[in-house]
């Protein structure tokens, strides 16, 4: 009976199991089936909008790519000017293997072709259009009808050799201004090829056919009924190995021409089939295994229970080996942060034994600034909100130094969702936070570098400028992140000098050099530059980096040291040979003057001696001039208001401009005092109102203007020897014929002269550049051809008191006197005529040719001598020294110099010293005779020796 039972249950269990089995099966194929195809096709759909979206980027790459071309200010005018220089430095070839496209077009805004290149050749500019392409880029079309600056039209057309990627864009500036010289258009085949590469890039093959193909591929027909029904994706399976998806494009025009062709294996599908198998399988065997332990109860538990413990075992193995494992620290603590349990890792980055840290809390570790964010967390744990966090935080080693980790806190609930304990896993980034520590110092550094550090990708787009960079060019960051940088080109330099830097660089060598470049507001600046290749470990180059610092500024001081130097050169010079040859000029002038007495006014030779007087004026005057150039002049400085010096000169200056050429002047009310030589000054003013005059043609006009102002820091900054303060301004402006930028280079160079032979000798602007930097002051030059010139001169604002006005001219010399004179000078000619001079002027005279014969003669005469006349550079004992001994002697009262050159005995910087009595060589007889009767006849403090 028990026998006959068990059969029957044995009945009943293997039916049920069978029934079981048997709807778990049906179901499972009907619903599991389903959800593999299901995922299958959704897989295709996927793979399609991929593909679709690989076009598109292909497309909108292109675009971006053309955007570089169609920017660019050569671009620009090779669109108005076709240069074949142009098409030579940039159209070769490579250029379309580099751009990754088949073709490029130039258009004017009429529509016919510029310039054509395809990836088979290079032809000129009349090349027609391809056949393929007329109906898209014929005139008329909408893609050369791209003139607008914001205007841009690309995507994918239908060509009649197959799917076309092109874009056009407007030929802009490269400021992204117009108006358009025309459209610029890239463009690609999709062939086979193409088709192939980009189904790599999505991993499935894709094809691309018209829409209306006549001879469609198995297929492809069902789907385009689909797709022209309004279904977004058609999914036509071929068998039980491939399957193929197909879309409804849309050209670059917005019309539906094309569909878009995936295919994919059925892996999915077939998977889902041996899965279900497996499932099949699994579940006979677990048919068989629950009847074997219906049948064999005691020993199946048994059997079950030594499995199960044999799993507890080897899972509490695993746990450990995973808790052991060295990557990471694993600590294990309860609610209220006592360390239960601890690995060796965390033992390691703690620098605590196992034994220390389990006595420990986990605040106790914490560093005290990390700790409320950690307790935050930790609260939000306990009360349910959170169940894990994770953050960085520091560690207070055994040590005292603290280490940086990155922690993973997660926690274990209880059936009553309190927590039974927390589980940490702790990282040591500690290098990782040094290594940031020091990239951000880095950052620093080259944010707050003094010079200008920009860095590119591997193709030369620029992807960090520092602020330097945005102070000197005047673009912010986000202006020129993405750009080449040739935004901040400035034309100065030739195609090859930017290929020969290019291929330098891009070989893995360092360029230096210097570059002309362009600010946002159009200034130009000179950088001294060093640009360095990138290196990642692989030696492959990653960057460039250049470095560069701005040297305008420098450049322009070492003109002026050149200049400068060139003014030192030139006051050497004229000081050279001022002394012999105004002692010669002084001779020349002198028996000239004696000899010119003695004739009478019938006599002919008497206006061959005024032209000899006249030649050793224009002598005289040119070394002067030298002189002024070269500082070495002597000044006699006083307050001087050039309002009143002004209005002195305004009749004077009348009748040497002639009737034709107007004289204006305008006045500052306030007195527009400065410190100069008055005499010099007024040569100043003459020598530029002549000037002025040559300028202007008739009718022309010039005009005078004082002014007192306070100029700004940036004009003392470019001008440093200027003393700061308010200054007076002395403008001569005149609305000639102007100065050309490559003249005023020059103008104020030494017989550098734009007049007609014999009209000038290129001397008067280099004397009025001389006296006016010798007295302290500046001068500057605004002009533009056809459009006048002004010469402004700047002097320091003097200060307030009795402005010096010109001395009167006597209306006769007194040349006669009965003073004792010694004449001291070197050279015998001067001497015997400046005895000559004085004994017809009825002085006693003695006469020395050096200092020890003077103080000779001087004691040998036995009283003080009414007057000593020394020249002041003299071999042996100079002139200053000899009147200061005779003064010490007691042997002269009062001394008068005399001199051609600034010996800085008696000048400071070109200055005369207070009290001293000076007559400059050369001199007329009427000259010498006046200011020797000014020196007996004056103070003695004023001939001080």
Same mark, same amino acid.
């Given at each position: 009976m028990k026998k006959e039972h068990n059969s029957k249950t044995t009945f009943w269990l293997v039916a049920s199991l069978c029934i079981l089995v048997g709807t778990i099966t049906l179901i499972s194929w009907l619903t599991v089936m389903g959800g593999f195809n299901e995922l299958e096709e959704r897989f295709v759909r996927s793979n399609l909008l991929r593909a679709q979206e690989v076009l598109e980027?292909?497309?909108? #790459?292109?675009?971006?790519?053309?955007?570089?071309? !169609?920017?660019?200010?050569?671009?620009?005018?090779? !669109?108005?000017?076709? #240069?074949?220089?142009?098409?030579?430095?940039?159209?070769?070839?490579? !250029?379309?293997?580099?751009?990754?496209?088949?073709?490029?077009?130039?258009?004017?805004?009429?529509?016919?072709?510029?310039?054509?290149?395809? #990836?088979?050749?290079?032809?000129?500019?009349?090349?027609?259009?391809?056949?393929?392409?007329?109906?898209?880029?014929?005139?008329?079309?909408?893609?050369?009808?791209?003139?607008?600056?914001?205007?841009?039209?690309?995507?994918?057309?239908?060509?009649?050799?197959?799917?076309?990627?092109?874009?056009?864009?407007?030929?802009?500036?490269?400021?992204?201004?117009?108006?358009?010289?025309?459209? @610029?258009v890239f463009a690609r085949h999709i062939d086979a090829a193409e088709l192939k590469r980009l189904s790599g890039i999505i991993k499935v093959p894709m094809d691309l056919r018209r829409a209306d193909e006549s001879a469609p591929p198995p297929g492809f027909a069902e789907a385009r009924k689909k797709l022209f029904n309004g279904e977004t994706a058609a999914i036509e399976p071929h068998d039980s190995g491939a399957i193929s998806g197909y879309m409804l494009l849309k050209d670059a025009f917005?019309?539906?021409? @094309?569909?878009?062709?995936?295919?994919?294996?059925?892996?999915?599908?077939q998977f889902g089939r041996k899965t279900l198998g497996y499932f099949i399988l699994a579940l006979l065997a677990v048919g068989f295994i629950f009847a074997a332990a219906v049948y064999f109860p005691l020993d199946a538990e048994i059997s079950g229970r030594r499995k199960a413990e044999a799993g507890l075992r080897e899972s509490e193995s695993r746990f450990r080996s995973y808790f052991e494992l060295p990557l990471h620290g694993v600590a294990i603590t309860s609610p209220d942060k006592v360390w239960l349990q601890v690995n060796d890792r965390i033992c390691e980055i703690l620098c605590y034994s196992r034994e220390e840290l389990l006595r420990m809390t986990w605040d106790e570790l914490t560093h005290p600034e990390d700790l409320a964010q950690d307790l935050q967390l930790f609260k939000s744990i306990l009360s349910g909100q959170i169940d894990k966090y994770s953050l960085e935080k520091r560690f207070v080693r055994k040590d005292g130094g603290f280490v940086w980790t990155g922690i993973k806190v997660g926690c274990v609930r209880k059936p009553d969702g309190k927590v039974d304990y927390i589980v940490c896993v702790i990282e040591d980034i500690t290098l990782r936070k040094q290594a940031e520590a020091e990239r951000e110092r880095l950052t620093v550094a080259i944010e707050q570098a003094g010079d200008v550090v920009i860095i590119t990708d591997r193709a030369g787009k620029i992807q960090y400028v520092n602020p330097v960079f945005e102070k000197l060019s005047g673009y912010q960051r986000s202006e020129v992140v993405g750009q080449e940088p040739r935004v901040i080109s400035s034309g100065r330099h030739t195609a090859e000098f930017y290929q020969t830097l290019w291929r330098t660089i891009s070989s893995g060598k360092t360029w230096k050099g210097r570059l002309v470049n362009k600010k946002k507001d159009g200034a130009l600046y000179t950088e001294e530059a060093t640009i360095s290749p990138v290196l990642d470990a692989a030696g492959t180059i990653t960057n460039y980096v250049a470095v560069k610092r701005d040297i305008t500024e420098q450049l322009r001081l070492e003109a002026q040291v050149r200049q400068s130097q060139k003014m030192e050169a030139v006051g050497l010079l004229a000081g050279g040979i001022a002394h012999d040859f105004n002692n010669i000029l002084t001779a020349i002038k002198g028996y000239t003057a004696l000899v010119t007495r003695s004739l009478k006014p019938e006599d002919p030779s008497l206006a061959d001696m005024n032209e000899i007087m006249n030649s050793a004026e224009r002598a005289a005057t040119l070394t002067r001039q030298l002189l002024a150039f070269g500082r070495k002049q002597i000044l006699s400085l006083k307050v001087v208001d050039l309002n009143t010096t002004l209005d002195d000169m305004a009749n004077m200056l009348r009748r040497i401009i002639g009737e034709e050429i107007s004289l204006s002047t305008k006045i500052f009310p306030a007195p527009c005092l400065v410190t100069v030589d008055r005499s010099l000054m007024e040569q100043v003013i003459? #020598?530029?109102?002549?000037?002025?005059?040559?300028?202007?043609?008739?009718?022309?006009?010039?005009?005078?203007?004082?002014?007192?102002?306070?100029?700004?820091?940036?004009?003392? !900054?470019?001008?440093?020897e200027l003393a700061r303060g308010r200054m007076v301004c002395l403008s001569v402006r005149d609305n000639g014929c102007g100065i050309d930028p490559e003249e005023q280079k020059h103008l104020f160079q030494p017989f550098y002269t734009t007049k007609e032979q014999g009209k000038g000798t290129g001397l008067g602007l280099s004397m009025v550049y001389g006296t006016v930097k010798q007295s302290g002051g500046e001068i500057e030059v605004v002009s533009a051809v056809g459009k006048g010139s002004t010469f402004k001169l700047y002097f320091p604002l003097a200060a307030a008191g009795a402005p010096e006005r010109a001395a009167a001219i006597p209306e006769e010399a007194y040349e006669h006197g009965a003073e004792t004179v010694l004449l001291v000078d070197d050279d015998e000619t001067l001497r015997r005529m400046g005895e000559r001079v004085l004994r017809a002027g009825g002085y006693i005279v003695l006469s020395a040719a050096d200092g020890p014969s003077a103080i000779a003669a001087a004691e040998r005469h036995g009283k003080p001598l009414d007057l000593l006349i020394t020249d002041v550079v003299m071999p042996g004992m100079s002139g200053r020294e000899l009147g200061r001994e005779l003064e010490r002697r007691r042997l002269a009262l009062r001394t008068l110099y005399m001199s051609g050159y600034a010996d800085e005995a008696i000048v400071k910087h070109g200055v005369l010293e207070p009290g001293i009595a000076f007559i400059y060589k050369p001199f007329t007889v009427e000259a010498f005779s006046a200011k020797l009767r000014e020196v007996l006849d004056g103070p003695a403090d004023q001939a001080k020796a």
């Open positions: 980027e292909k497309s909108s #790459n292109m675009s971006v790519k053309l955007a570089d071309w !169609a920017k660019w200010d050569d671009v620009y005018a090779f !669109a108005a000017n076709r #240069n074949r220089a142009f098409i030579d430095a940039n159209l070769m070839p490579i !250029a379309l293997e580099n751009l990754q496209i088949d073709m490029m077009a130039f258009f004017d805004t009429r529509g016919d072709v510029i310039y054509f290149m395809d #990836n088979s050749h290079a032809s000129e500019m009349s090349l027609r259009v391809p056949e393929d392409l007329k109906e898209y880029l014929g005139k008329g079309s909408a893609f050369l009808q791209q003139t607008k600056e914001d205007s841009v039209l690309y995507g994918v057309v239908m060509a009649r050799r197959g799917p076309v990627a092109i874009a056009a864009r407007p030929i802009l500036k490269t400021s992204g201004k117009g108006p358009a010289r025309g459209t @610029m917005g019309k539906e021409t @094309m569909i878009l062709t995936v295919e994919m294996p059925r892996d999915i599908s003459v #020598n530029l109102v002549l000037n002025a005059r040559d300028a202007v043609s008739k009718n022309g006009g010039i005009a005078l203007e004082t002014e007192i102002l306070r100029p700004s820091d940036d004009f003392f !900054a470019i001008r440093p």
